[in-house]
């Protein structure tokens, strides 16, 4: 497929971070043009058709806010893409707010600059192919053909061009938010905002406010109003990720939103109209929560107009080696700079590891892999916890302290009995695998 490729303006004072994010785009193909100043950047934009803009926000004399106002204003289908080195929510909210189509931190590796880039001109209207008018949208970010998968993948597709309430529920590290940004990214609201807020990562007396906003004087240190995450989605999507952990304020506040279409910031009397589609996902049961009244029933049917449930790893075990050669590409050529292989063995021990932690996990180990090893992954490039697993007996299933005591015996062989290897992969301390080898 033979396409146009894009022009892209990077924009930093920092020479080396915009030779090394020249060098990133031009091996994958971009027209690259460079600027140290907002000034050698306007002279560019006025003499050339840029189809990207990337920027650093911090730079003296006139910084990057101005520069991507400049661009909205005058040029104003083009995306932007904000690079910084000083990330803080209010400046995210900020560029958000100014028709930033996604926020790179550094250090930032070559493939986040590739997924970062390719999110930012996939809201661009798309060059004609020189072979083909159109291609359909496709979900390339979930990888797998089990039957688990598609069925996610055929729900995504009923429900992307319309604004219902979706709740995502799986085990950590199965994917959740890849869901939410295919949902978003696929769709018809694929050009406007796709803000993602972990609501177990902020502060329980921030999330209110950093969600809903707040006006000035709502609490010490409230000097000017400020928009909330909602806002700042406004047309688009926000993503509530670990909705478990929000406190039955903020789930009040939250029910009004879905209820009415409406937010009232901190310290506010008036509400303010709303539009926008709200995607929640947990690992947490959040029936069991109801039931145990840490959270609102009534909130939990609002959210779970459509629920879609992700599949945790070990129930689709037919998927780890096309996940596991994502991965391997992905890394092989971050750190190797070619493609990695795994030999026969250490396949073998991927393939039936459970993987409790999902992708997550599946991605540290091969990411630790390709490092560790020379040119092909092979056993002692894998960590301990994948070599001793369980094989169920031949008489059949066992009591629990039967099983386990198996298992300790078996990691006591293979480490020849050093309790302080065994006690590490064990994840117990040497005091309870001393007791429990007493127990035998």
């Not at 493939?111 to 072979?131: I, M, N, Y």
């Not at 000017?224 to 039955?248: H, K, M, P, V, Y």
Request: include cysteine; glycine fraction near 6%.
């Amino acid at each position: 497929m033979m396409l146009q490729k894009e022009n892209i303006l990077i924009v930093d004072d920092d020479v080396g971070i915009l030779e090394l994010i020249q060098r990133h785009l031009q091996s994958m193909d971009y027209h690259t043009f460079k600027a140290i100043s907002v000034k050698e950047a306007v002279a560019i934009l006025r003499d050339t058709e840029i189809d990207l803009l990337i920027t650093d926000l911090k730079m003296p004399e006139v910084d990057g806010f101005e520069l991507i106002q400049f661009v909205s204003e005058h040029y104003p289908k083009m995306p932007k893409l904000v690079v910084t080195g000083y990330p803080s929510i209010q400046d995210a909210l900020s560029a958000i707010k100014s028709g930033v189509v996604d926020y790179l931190v550094k250090p930032f590796t070559k493939v986040e600059l590739k997924q970062a880039v390719e999110k930012s001109l996939f809201s661009l209207p798309k060059k004609k192919s020189l072979l083909s008018p159109s291609e359909p949208k496709k979900y390339n970010e979930i990888i797998g053909e089990s039957e688990l998968v598609q069925n996610v993948i055929q729900i995504i597709d009923r429900v992307k061009d319309n604004k219902a309430t979706i709740y995502i529920s799986g085990e950590s590290g199965t994917g959740k938010e890849l869901v939410a940004r295919s949902i978003h990214y696929n769709g018809k609201f694929s050009r406007e905002p796709f803000i993602a807020v972990n609501c177990g990562g902020i502060p329980e007396n921030l999330l209110e406010s950093e969600l809903f906003g707040y006006v000035k004087g709502a609490f010490t240190g409230a000097e000017d109003n400020r928009e909330g995450f909602f806002q700042a989605a406004e047309g688009g999507t926000i993503f509530l990720d670990e909705i478990g952990n929000a406190s039955l304020g903020v789930q009040t506040r939250l029910l009004r939103v879905l209820q009415e279409k409406e937010v009232v910031k901190v310290g506010a009397r008036k509400s303010e109209k709303i539009d926008l589609r709200v995607i929640a996902a947990t690992n947490s049961d959040l029936r069991e929560m109801v039931a145990k009244e840490t959270f609102r029933e009534d909130l939990y049917y609002r959210l779970t107009v459509v629920e879609i449930q992700v599949p945790p790893l070990r129930d689709r075990k037919e998927d780890i080696p096309l996940i596991a050669d994502k991965f391997l590409y992905k890394y092989g050529n971050e750190y190797k700079g070619r493609y990695v292989t795994i030999d026969t063995e250490a396949k073998e021990l991927i393939n039936r590891y459970d993987w409790p932690g999902n992708i997550r996990e599946l991605e540290n180990v091969i990411q630790r892999a390709v490092i560790m090893c020379d040119r092909t992954i092979g056993v002692k490039d894998l960590p301990e916890t994948l070599k001793f697993q369980i094989d169920f007996p031949e008489e059949g299933l066992l009591p629990l302290k039967d099983m386990e005591r198996k298992y300790i015996q078996k990691v006591l062989v293979a480490t020849n009995n050093n309790q302080t290897k065994a006690a590490e992969i064990l994840q117990i301390d040497r005091k309870t695998l001393r007791a429990k080898i007493k127990e035998e």
